[in-house]
């Protein structure tokens, strides 16, 4: 078998890899490339292999591993995309609002006139996303789907988001069956909504994130952090904004806050979900108990993600409303890097006054709005205004969906029969380096860390 990694190489967004087996070509993600323009562009590509594939395998409905199955359908693909149920349900929203976001910023950059292209297209359409939506095949976890005569797969939970899947392929060969794991993202097991991810006991060759590869994540009393917060900026009559991403991060913040509120430890002011997708995906999430730690732990995760003890606001009239209002108050709101959404209007308003307090509590990004203000800048550019910034900016730390350093080797140390090669993609290059070398330390196997487009063969296959 042989592998590309036509993204997500040395980088964290991108995620996209062909394997290659007797003439069967399929991927692994199908995702958009994010961040600073020259990456982005990279998702105009149409890729040299593209009339080979037969089927797209997705381990998550995050767009840095979905983002870029409609431009796939805009070029004509019309093989299946195999997910799990939960994904399927996850990328109806995540693929109509990122269309939506194209067609938008297409329109955007026709009335203003900034871009070279003239008319300038979007990547693709909301007609797109239909198209590969109808494409989208869930299947069960834990049970082998048969791709070719030498080829089958299985998704087994990976406890990073709902739905969150490592993809195994089987491969036939002369010397018996082979397996080749993809590890997708993988939670850190530390999520009080998700079960762990499973243990994947045995494979031949191992494909394996590195997003925090240099990084320990200290996740312990994250809650009682959050509670220190809000009693903070409540007893100065602030305001508390916390950006934070739609899809997995949100669910998280809400369980905790419920907690805090349902046990007095923080007092009892409104707390608004102010961002029309987390609010769908909020929904879904709801619907799966069954991804949920068992029992009357479900209860009080389906307590948590009910509105009922926060308010949702619906209207972009609405949304201004809160906006303006000067009542004490929490809202959460996307985008989580400050790359646009509704959350701009909020800090529009809340930024210029020391009362008020803005939380992040995942990474952010070089270059985005979201690192800026934690740098200390004084004056934020939001809508071609400037704004002065007085609110104290704050961080905080354990909220993240990703394993960690300690996890990634925890979760490498339960393999019965260890992998023989294990190939890094999904992280930046110095995060990988250190990670490498501890997996050498431990493992005494030197992983290989993949070029854009680098090809690599699975050995004994
Ligand atoms: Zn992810």
Redesign the pocket.
């Known amino acids: 078998m042989k592998l590309t990694f036509a993204g997500a190489a040395q980088t964290v967004t991108g995620s996209q890899t062909l394997f290659e087996h007797q003439g069967f070509a399929g991927l692994v993600d199908c995702g958009l490339y994010q961040g600073p323009k020259p990456l982005r562009l990279l998702n105009w590509n149409k890729p040299e292999f593209y009339e080979r594939v037969r089927a797209i395998l997705l381990?998550?409905a995050?767009i840095?591993?979905s983002g870029l199955l409609p431009r796939w359908s805009s070029w004509g693909y019309k093989g299946p995309v195999y997910c799990t149920k939960p994904t399927a349900e996850l990328l109806q929203i995540m693929l109509r609002d990122a269309a939506h976001l194209q067609e938008e910023d297409a329109k955007y950059a026709n009335r203003s006139k900034y871009s070279h292209h003239d008319p300038a297209l979007p990547l693709y359409t909301v007609e797109d996303a239909e198209a590969i939506l109808r494409r989208v095949v869930p299947v069960e976890l834990d049970h082998w789907h048969e791709l070719s005569s030498e080829l089958k797969f299985r998704f087994l939970r990976a406890g990073?988001?709902l739905g969150?899947a490592v993809v195994q392929l089987s491969v036939k060969t002369e010397n018996g069956e082979r397996l080749v794991t993809f590890s997708?993202?993988l939670g850190g097991g530390r999520s009080e909504l998700l079960k762990d991810p499973e243990l994947v006991l045995d494979s031949d060759a191992l494909v394996l994130e590195s997003t925090y590869g240099n990084r320990k994540i200290d996740s312990v009393g994250r809650e009682d952090r959050l509670a220190e917060i809000v009693r903070k900026v409540h007893a100065r009559q602030g305001s508390l904004i916390i950006p934070a991403f739609a899809l997995?991060r949100t669910q998280d913040l809400l369980l905790s806050l419920f907690r805090l509120w349902r046990d007095k430890k923080i007092p009892d002011l409104p707390v608004y979900l102010d961002s029309p997708m987390a609010t769908k995906v909020t929904e879904i999430y709801a619907r799966h108990r069954r991804e949920f730690w068992p029992n009357e732990q479900a209860d009080e995760i389906i307590q948590a993600l009910n509105s009922g003890w926060f308010k949702v606001i619906e209207s972009p009239d609405d949304s201004m409303f809160l906006c303006v209002s000067l009542e004490p108050k929490i809202v959460i709101s996307a985008s989580g890097m400050l790359q646009g959404g509704r959350v701009l209007h909020h800090l529009k308003q809340a930024l210029p006054r020391k009362e008020n307090a803005v939380l992040f509590v995942g990474f952010q990004g070089a270059q985005t709005k979201g690192r800026l203000l934690l740098e200390g800048l004084l004056s934020l550019r939001i809508h071609h205004q400037e704004i002065p910034v007085e609110a104290e900016i704050l961080y905080l730390d354990g909220f993240s969906?990703?394993a960690d350093q300690n996890d990634l080797l925890d979760w490498l140390r339960q393999f019965h029969r260890k992998p023989r090669q294990i190939i890094l993609n999904h992280g930046e290059i110095e995060s990988m380096k250190i990670f490498a070398q501890l997996i050498e330390k431990e493992f005494g196997l030197q992983p290989k860390l993949p070029l854009l487009n680098e090809e690599v063969l699975i050995e004994g296959t």
Do not use: K, L, M, Q
Request: no cysteine.
């Open positions: 381990t998550h995050h840095d591993h990073h988001i969150s997708g993202d997995g969906a990703h």
